[in-house]
């Protein structure tokens, strides 16, 4: 069987955060061989229809569309159900999440999170409700569930759409199945840091064919068939070397988690003994994917999280602070009113306090222990 450790080249001897997972080149071959033979290159070719059936497959989902980054995922998310106005988001998250909104003309309204999971705190998300407000953007940060129910019941209660960021959820399964089954859409990236990943790439899980072939619309100039044009769309397509790429690495995706819950499960023991140092608990999660490892470093640690991160720097080991600074803390957004610290404060304290260790599939295990010590002092 093909090894996941061994496929690091020699000479690279940093650790970084993550790294992508990559089939054996020469199995792509074929791939490139169709590609070229038929020079059907993108536009909705066969690699991405096909992609798109395996992964409703994979994913236990019943309509995907398939993108070329999650950002414009997110983008023609909000298109699609026209949200306007205001939406209430976390800015604990990846700048794309509140990009997404500023390049739809939206409001982004900050709400606090929740001190276990560092998803949006439901409990606060009514007060900031206005009439403006059409939607929620919430992310299963760390690929961790949101409190679904919770917020569905006040999406409904005031008549909101919810769009999941579900850029770190691939594969996550909550109490009733996928997790990208919540909400009225649900946005995935596949990114090359991703754990599973097309270089770039993206997808826009839907609950029906209508809105699934409206996000196809948009996603494509807006042309509904060649001589008629029904939207202000854009060019979002996922090429076919993507889709390709996608394809194969679905045939490791088992292998690719079977991995990464090994090297978090030894973090998790390892850590559990280190004072000082916590891990995010796994609420709301039957299926994880282990697409990141964040440890939060708390007072009593003999270093601050600054310290022990430049700590790890100086032995080539290069872990990262997502997410800090918080998005309300970006000069294009600290003005709104949403964005004062003092109603963000859990937000800022995690942000403050994380660290996000090495995880990835080819992270060699003596690698990981190399990891691990510089954390025990
Ligand atoms: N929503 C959320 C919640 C997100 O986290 C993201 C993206 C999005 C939406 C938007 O999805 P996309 O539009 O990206 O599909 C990275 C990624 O660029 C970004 O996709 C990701 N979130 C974010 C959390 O992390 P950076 O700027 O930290 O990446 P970078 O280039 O520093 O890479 C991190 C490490 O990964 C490097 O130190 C080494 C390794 N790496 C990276 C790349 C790109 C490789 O080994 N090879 C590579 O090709 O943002």
Not at 293 to 316: A, H, M, Q, T, W
Request: hydrophobic residues 40%; charged residues 20%.
């Amino acid at each position: 069987m093909f090894s996941m450790e061994n496929n690091r080249s020699s000479d690279d001897q940093k650790i970084y955060v993550t790294r992508p997972f990559l089939p054996p080149l020469e199995e792509f071959m074929p791939f490139l061989r169709q590609i070229w033979d038929s020079k059907s290159l993108t536009n909705f070719g066969p690699f991405h229809r096909q992609l798109e059936e395996r992964l409703c497959e994979y994913l236990g989902v019943e309509y995907i569309s398939l993108l070329n980054n999650g950002t414009n995922a997110l983008i023609v998310a909000l298109k699609a159900l026209d949200v306007s106005g205001e939406v209430i988001t976390t800015p604990y998250s990846f700048a794309a999440t509140t990009h997404a909104l500023a390049w739809c003309n939206i409001k982004p309204v900050f709400v606090d999170i929740d001190p276990c999971t560092l998803n949006l705190d439901p409990s606060k998300l009514e007060e900031v409700i206005t009439p403006q407000t059409s939607a929620i953007l919430p992310v299963h940060c760390y690929g961790n569930p949101c409190d679904v129910d919770s917020i569905q019941a006040i999406a409904d209660a005031f008549n909101l759409k919810v769009i999941y960021d579900a850029a770190h959820a691939f594969g996550v399964k909550c109490h009733c199945g996928s997790l990208l089954n919540h909400g009225d859409l649900s946005v995935l990236s596949f990114h090359a840091t991703k754990v599973f990943n097309t270089f770039e790439g993206g997808a826009i899980i839907s609950r029906d064919s209508k809105t699934k072939e409206r996000i196809d619309l948009l996603t494509n100039f807006g042309f509904d068939h060649e001589d008629n044009v029904v939207a202000s769309g854009t060019n979002a397509k996922l090429n076919e070397f993507q889709a390709a790429l996608g394809l194969l690495q679905l045939d490791y995706i088992d292998q690719v988690l079977s991995r990464r819950a090994e090297i978090d499960a030894r973090y998790r023991e390892a850590i559990h003994e280190i004072a000082g140092l916590t891990c995010i608990s796994k609420r709301h999660q039957e299926v994880a994917n282990y697409s990141y490892f964040p440890i939060l470093v708390e007072d009593d640690y003999p270093l601050s999280r600054n310290d022990l991160c430049l700590r790890l720097k100086n032995d080539g080991i290069i872990a990262r602070k997502y997410f800090f600074p918080l998005i309300s803390q970006y000069p294009v957004y600290r003005d709104l009113p949403s964005a004062s610290d003092s109603r963000l404060t859990v937000s800022a304290e995690a942000a403050s306090r994380v660290l996000c260790l090495p995880i990835y599939p080819e992270l060699t295990s003596s690698d990981q222990a190399r990891v691990i010590r510089l954390l025990c002092y």
